[in-house]
């Protein structure tokens, strides 16, 4: 959290509590101010009692009873109304306060995304500018001017990438995407997937265990967005002499699709916060990969779009699995 986002958070709590110590101790004050009052009434009917009606009478008896009757009454209804106040204003004051630092948390989030955005979007565009000017600007040998058109397709492919991520969330999120659910071989997309990656990424290791022949109903372009952003997210975060294992296989009434890497891991307080929407693993300031927040985002409403299960597990002794259960 930044500096301005944290001075901004401290003054909202601090109104906050002030207003709700205000509210309170007004309704505290309203209560003990007509239970005096209440008690003084009380009084005065009973001296009035006094003078107009002989004491020791049936009529004093009756007439002091019912005064006292209704001054517990006039209590009672005071503490019911004080307690309903005091429960709706707490109830009111905690909405109140997590919308407010939900709020600041969208925002800061979003702030993030904006910048996380701009660098992913910039990077490739710059990359792409550099290599076309090189090869319009000189004359290269082949080997020189396939390595550059190699890097330049990789970046263009992570922008398309990049692109349909957040516009294909965007969908998913507002109900508006129209996909075509069809019969699908998952074990032959999972592996072109796979060689794709390998083809882009030639100095990463990776290995496969797939079962053949695997089908299953479900939208093509959405499960190609699945296995790319959950291969991604396994190349960020593990070490590039490490292997990424991809697995696929039918266990009695599900599928399971497993993607697994040997990198540091997921801490436990971290796993249910990665598939939020803008979430990213670590701090801001100092994370070095990276990336919009919006890849595991994506993944799970892929799933549930799937009615699938999205989940994480360790991958001992070092790393992480996400299983997708396709049911």
């Not at 101010?33 to 009756?62: C, F, G």
């Not at 992913?120 to 058109?149: G, V, W």
């Not at 296989?249 to 599900?254: I, K, P, S």
């Amino acid at each position: 959290m930044t500096d301005h986002s944290k001075k901004k958070l401290r003054r909202a709590t601090i109104v906050y509590w002030f207003l709700l110590f205000y509210i309170v101790a007004a309704l505290i004050w309203w209560f003990i101010s007509l239970e005096q009052q209440n008690a003084t009434i009380t009084d005065m009917r009973i001296e009035l009692l006094n003078l107009k009606t002989p004491q020791n009478s049936a009529a004093y008896d009756q007439q002091y009873k019912q005064i006292i009757n209704e001054n517990k009454r006039g209590t009672a209804k005071y503490i019911s109304e004080g307690i309903t106040f005091l429960i709706l204003t707490l109830l009111g004051a905690t909405f109140v306060y997590r919308s407010v630092r939900n709020q600041i948390r969208l925002q800061r989030q979003q702030q993030h995304f904006m910048m996380a955005v701009t660098h992913e979007l910039k990077t490739p565009i710059s990359i792409m500018q550099l290599n076309l000017e090189t090869l319009q600007k000189h004359q290269l040998d082949p080997f020189k001017q396939e390595k550059i058109i190699q890097i330049t397709l990789q970046e263009t492919t992570r922008l398309n990438d990049l692109t349909s991520n957040i516009l294909v969330s965007s969908q998913l999120e507002g109900e508006e995407y129209k996909g075509v659910k069809e019969q699908l071989d998952l074990s032959e997309l999972v592996n072109n997937r796979v060689n794709d990656f390998a083809q882009r990424f030639p100095e990463r290791i990776f290995k496969t265990d797939i079962e053949p022949g695997i089908k299953i109903n479900g939208d093509e372009l959405l499960l190609q967005m699945l296995g790319n952003n959950l291969l991604q997210n396994a190349l960020k975060y593990s070490p590039k002499n490490k292997a990424i294992f991809s697995v696929l296989f039918r266990q009695e009434n599900y599928t399971t699709l497993q993607i697994i890497d040997e990198g540091e891991g997921i801490d436990e307080t971290e796993k249910p916060l990665v598939f939020d929407k803008f979430y990213r693993i670590g701090n801001e300031m100092t994370r070095k990969t990276h990336g919009t927040g919006l890849g595991l985002y994506l993944c799970k409403k892929i799933a549930e779009a799937h009615h699938a299960e999205i989940l994480i597990t360790d991958n001992l002794p070092n790393g992480t699995i996400f299983n997708v259960y396709f049911r």
